[in-house]
């Protein structure tokens, strides 16, 4: 199992979200979280990076404990965040903030392959190289980050609603490149408001509400199951 | 734009004197005024403390080139004559450097764990404290005193283009063009420098990246402390060490930073010549009195039509919460 997260409890403050969230991945999987604003989704996801301390429970990766590491550890250990914000580089160039993401990588052979498999994914990005991050589209600063997040040659990468704020076709442009990296054989966890659509890209989903988890299974079971139709998709 | 011009203008009406006074104190200035730029930028503190590492720096450089200059006397065939005062000015950086670690560790750590909210308020407020601490420890320590040199490099004064500049002029200028220059290329093409600038711009993004926030911390503020306590040693000959000797170089840096905006270190030094300038020229046509009245002035009306100042851009702090 890569990622074993056990009875979690976050929050910020004195605020309690999340209560005994538990959830794994396996090793190339493409994992989606899904569920109503507020249901904690952001808060897990900022909790298994490290942005967050943990009030509970614990998290292991690739067989060690992780809980409560600092998110620049984690980073180093193999878990790549891009974040909904997506925390670019505004004043830096899309090169830059690609060098950037490969921070903890030293030898700069591997830090210019990686720049390479990142451009290959995103050709888009080569003809921005030169252009700072704050001045491109949503689309690409999207985009961007999901390249950062790429460049760290990480086990795990953590997409954190890529559609927040994006036009329709836009939305289907950044799926589409992360179902070019699941091609990749990268291991996915996804986290969405569009409940369709994750259900119909992901192998595997949990359905958080109110801090925990209420439904988990096989993503076509999980779009079929009544409760789900009923509360999240409206028919 | 309007600088040169004025520049050009000023040094043909009233001699190239001036403009020579401009460069050197633009680029000791310049220094100074980086440091607290990276300061803003980086760890969100409005510094008011930062001339009293240009107090440190003199007060190293005094009591390391003060021996060596006794040596120097005896002995002045030695090659302490050459790199004596870069010994002296290598060292206060270097004990300006510590001290910044030391402030950090003991003042702004602290606080960085236990503030929850005014992180700017109250960092500021501790920084006008370790400014009058040190003031009053230089006093009790080391007296009220001036401490100066009568000069790092003796010999007879360079001449270009009819002006006579002083050795120790000359190299202070060629000393604040290195260090500037060195720090300029750390900042853009190192990692390092770069993981600087990535924590000023977005310190979440920094951080999922992999970056040390801590290290990094400590590294900015050594380095913006290591840069003032420079221009301190190096403009030992022009500004005996006293303990109050920071505060011209920590106000006029302030009119630097506010002038080109906040967390903008090219503009910084851009600034700093601008502002150079206008003291130079102000002493020079209107009265000694005046230098600090008129940038004053061209600070008010900046704040008032351009709030981000001149190359201001809307970088945020990196505790900016």
Known sequence: ?235 | MITILVAVVASIVSGPYLLVNTIITGGMLALVATGLTLMLGVLNIAMFAHGEFFMIGSLTAYYVFTPISNYINENPDSFLVVIGPLIAIACAAVIGAISGIVAEKLVFGPLRKRATDNWVMNSFLLTVGLSVLLINLHQLLFGADFKGIVGYWSGMPISIADVFISRDRAMAFVIAAVVVAIFWFFMTYTSTGMAIRAVSQDITGAQIVGIDIEKIVLLTISLACALSAVAGGSLLFMYPSYPTVGLEPLYLAWFVVILSGLGNILGAVAGAFMVALLKAVTVEYIGAGWDFVVPSFLIMFVLIFKPSGIFGSDVRGALDK
Not at chain 1, 1 to 26: C, F, H, P, T, W
Not at chain 1, 202 to 222: F, P
Request: aromatic fraction near 6%; glycine fraction near 12%.
């Open chain 1, 1 to 235: 199992m890569l990622l074993e997260v056990k009875n979690l409890d976050a929050g910020y403050g004195y605020l309690q979200i999340l209560r005994g969230v538990s959830l794994n991945i396996d090793e190339g999987e493409y994992v989606g979280i899904v569920g109503p604003n507020g249901a904690g989704k952001s808060t897990t996801m900022k909790a298994i990076a490290g942005l967050i301390a943990p009030m509970g429970g614990s998290i292991a990766f690739n067989g060690e404990d992780i809980t409560g590491l600092s998110a620049s550890q984690i980073t180093k250990k193999g878990i790549s965040f891009v974040s909904e914000e997506m925390n670019l580089f505004v004043n830096m160039s899309v090169q830059e903030n690609l060098y950037m993401g490969a921070y903890i990588i030293k030898d700069k052979k591997v830090r210019n392959e990686r720049l390479d498999f990142v451009f290959s994914l995103f050709p888009r990005l080569v003809e921005r190289k030169a252009q700072l991050a704050g001045t491109m589209s949503g689309g690409e600063r999207k985009m961007l980050a999901i390249g950062r997040g790429m460049m760290s040659d990480p086990k795990l990468l953590i997409v954190d609603e890529p559609s927040f704020g994006l036009a329709p076709q836009l939305v289907s442009h950044v799926f589409e490149s992360i179902d070019a990296l699941k091609s990749n054989g990268v291991t996915i966890l996804l986290v969405e408001q569009n409940v369709t659509k994750t259900l119909a890209v992901t192998d595997r989903g949990y359905i958080l509400e109110n801090g925990k988890v209420g439904l988990q299974g096989k993503s076509s079971d999980l779009a079929a199951n009544p409760h789900v139709k009923k509360v999240f998709l409206g028919v």
